[in-house]
Structure formats: C-alpha cells, structure tokens
C-alpha cells in the first residue's frame, strides 16, 4: 500500500515530549490467508514523521482475525520519563547502569527497572560508605557522613524494600510506583555526586561582598532622598526615646 499524501495524524513525539502531527511518510504491509482455518493476518509498518522535530518514528500493527485488537507497537517507544542531563557528572559503571533502567522503562517495563534501581543504589552506597553490614547499617553510614539527610535514608530504606520486593516475591508495581522509585534514586545520585559540584562553582562565581564604608558621623557627598528620609525618620525616633 503506497502512503496516501498528506495523511497526518496526532503521535506521542519523545523529543518534543508530547502530541505533534506526524505526517505518514512510507507504508509497508504484508498479509496472508489460511485457506483451511480461515485464519487472515496483516502486518502493517508505518514509517511516520514529527511536523515539529522531524524525528521519525516506525509503527507496526498486526491483526489477527482471531485477536479482538490489533497488536501495535511503536519504535522507539514513547517514554514515560527521560534521562537526567547530569547523568555525565556521574560514574561512568553508574550513568550505564541507569541508561539501561531507562531502556527496559521504555519497554513499559515495571520489574526491570525496580531490580536495576536496587543495584544502583547497591553500587552508589557501598562506593560512598563501604560494605559495613547490612543495607540499612550502610544507609545509616550514609546519614552519619552527610551524604543523606534521615528524610532521604528513609525513602531510600523504602526503594531498597522496593526493590528486594521486586527481586525476591515478584511484585509488580504500578507505572506511578516506579516514577517515585526511580525519583528517590535520581535525588540519591544527584545529591551526592552533581550538587557539591554544582555549589562549588556557584560559591566561586559569586563575587564576595565589597567592604562595608567606615561610619562616620556626617554623612559626605549628595545624599540620595531615600537615605536621607530615612535617616530623619531615625533621629526623630531617637529626640523622642530622649524625651521620654
Ligand atoms: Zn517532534
């Protein structure tokens, strides 16, 4: 089937994280029969392209006469969250590690990502404190040292828990669970390798205060009306607490 002109509908476009117009550039469909079952299929990819961006994006539908709906996939898949632009500020072991949660949360995965938000939080905890006991003794290391306020060990104690649910008896979360895990790593992960950096140059670009002027009695040169009202108001105030 050719692509008919100027057929557009609305799609989800990840890079400009929501609905745009694409416009249908290519179509491509292969179907089949089964003479003896009567079973039919059709597999149709559309190649479509963002008005917006001109990112393309490759759609497949399949039907299926035995299906009720069509089976769709889109690739690259819309996603649901997007990478942090600090994640170069991060070990490397660490950054890779997070590309890939963000991969599998692509695939509207929920066990995936929650098993890999565990191991991050592992990896970044034992390269911060160590291996001093258990996951929570570790944490408590972590708040010891001021890497982690109490508020933070608690929602990470609670993504860890999360995690080794997820591990050990199969959870499934919901897509919004997942969102709040993974946002608790990412803080973890901010807190502790992007922000000291990030007050560092702030503390340097901030020039230091100019001295304060020595006081003198007289106030010297033109003094402008706002000070100068203000001053008055001052002295009045001060006449009054004398005639009391
Ligand atoms: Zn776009």
Redesign the pocket.
């Known amino acids: 089937m050719a692509a008919k002109k100027n057929t557009t509908e609305r799609i989800y476009?990840n890079?400009?994280r929501g609905k745009?117009v694409h416009r249908l550039v290519k179509r491509m469909n292969d179907s089949g029969t089964d003479d003896e079952t009567g079973f039919w299929w059709s597999t149709t990819f559309d190649m479509l392209q963002?008005g917006?961006?001109r990112?393309v994006l490759l759609r497949r539908r399949f039907d299926f006469s035995e299906n009720a709906e069509p089976e769709i996939r889109i690739f690259p898949p819309p996603m649901s969250r997007y990478l942090p632009d600090w994640r170069y500020d991060i070990p490397a072991k660490m950054r890779v590690l997070l590309e890939e949660i963000y991969r599998s949360l692509d695939a509207t995965n929920v066990r995936l990502p929650m098993m890999g938000a565990r191991t991050l939080v592992d990896t970044l905890v034992v390269e911060k404190v160590g291996d001093v006991g258990t996951f929570e003794d570790k944490l408590r290391e972590m708040e010891k040292q001021g890497f982690i306020s109490r508020a933070n060990r608690e929602v990470l104690s609670a993504a860890f828990d999360a995690g080794s649910a997820t591990s050990h008896r199969s959870h499934a979360f919901s897509p919004e669970e997942v969102d709040s895990v993974m946002d608790i790593v990412e803080n973890m992960l901010q807190a502790v390798y992007v922000l000291p950096d990030v007050a560092k140059k702030l503390k340097k670009a901030t020039p230091a205060r100019p001295p304060r002027p020595q006081k003198s009695s007289r106030a010297t040169g033109s003094v402008p009306s706002q000070v100068a009202s203000l001053r008055n108001r001052r002295k009045k105030k001060k006449k009054k607490k004398r005639k009391k």
């Open positions: 476009c890079q400009c745009t963002c917006g961006c990112e």
